[in-house]
């Protein structure tokens, strides 16, 4: 079955603790999303990569970091830098220039810092 | 750059009625357009999408939008509604010019379907 994992679903950290939130794909997308999602806000953009060892800051960066070794692995660390870190964090895939233009989604995990 | 406008934020609505999602964006030039749909703790799943050719798209469940360049909107609309549509629906759009991959969404429209 071809889709995107996020682990784990739920998620529970001291405040001033880093946590690095997993999302694997076997779609074979070049692409990959992190978006942050609060009641009322939508989703942000927090960072996308295009390309292995290669990735852009989206609209809310800061205190975030992510890294792209593999094109199947995109995992977000949200830092003690973070100053509200709870949230239900979501990840997605697309086809790098495909026709289609839609992304694919994880299930989710939701963070909660206390 | 790309701004969504969801207005409502929520709409409630009997089950078996019609019901219209509406969604205004801010660009005027080209752009590809989606609707996704996310029931409560899951992922968004992709409900109907413009790129080109007829304006008007339709989903497999009965969902259809219609794309009009005049008044820069994308508004989601079912004829009528069962109680399995209750769910959050987002409203994106993607610039071509920009590789297309991008999505801005809106903040989201709440349908509840009662009984």
């Known amino acids: 079955d071809g889709g995107i994992t996020q682990s784990p679903k739920y998620l529970f950290r001291k405040e001033g603790q880093n946590v690095t939130l997993s999302c694997e794909q076997n779609l074979n997308h070049d692409a990959m999303y992190w978006y942050r999602q609060d009641p009322g806000q939508g989703l942000r953009l927090i960072y996308y990569?295009?390309?292995?060892?290669?990735?852009q800051k989206g609209d809310i960066a800061e205190g975030y970091s992510v890294s792209r070794e593999k094109k199947e692995s995109f995992p977000l660390t949200v830092t003690s830098a973070q100053k509200n870190p709870t949230a239900f964090y979501l990840c997605?895939?697309?086809?790098?220039?495909?026709?289609?233009?839609?992304?694919?989604f994880g299930p989710g995990t939701r963070l909660t810092v206390t | 750059a790309q701004s969504v406008t969801q207005l409502d934020s929520q709409v409630p609505v009997f089950e078996e009625a019609p019901v219209e999602l509406r969604c205004n964006y801010s660009?005027?030039?080209?752009?590809?357009l989606f609707w996704y749909v996310q029931y409560p703790n899951q992922g968004l799943q992709l409900l109907l999408k413009?790129?080109?050719?007829?304006?008007l798209v339709e989903s497999i469940n009965g969902f259809e939008a219609e794309f009009n360049k005049s008044q820069t909107s994308f508004h989601l609309r079912k004829p009528s509604v069962h109680i399995s549509d209750t769910a959050e629906y987002f409203c994106?759009?993607?610039?071509?010019?920009?590789?297309?991959?991008?999505?801005?969404f809106g903040t989201g429209t709440q349908l509840k379907v009662e009984l």
């Open positions: 997605a895939s697309s086809p790098r220039g495909g026709l289609t233009y839609e992304q694919y």
């Open positions: 994106a759009v993607s610039d071509p010019a920009g590789g297309g991959n991008k999505l801005t």
């Open positions: 990569s295009q390309i292995v060892n290669d990735f």
């Open positions: 413009y790129l080109s050719g007829s304006t």
């Open positions: 660009s005027s030039v080209s752009v590809y």
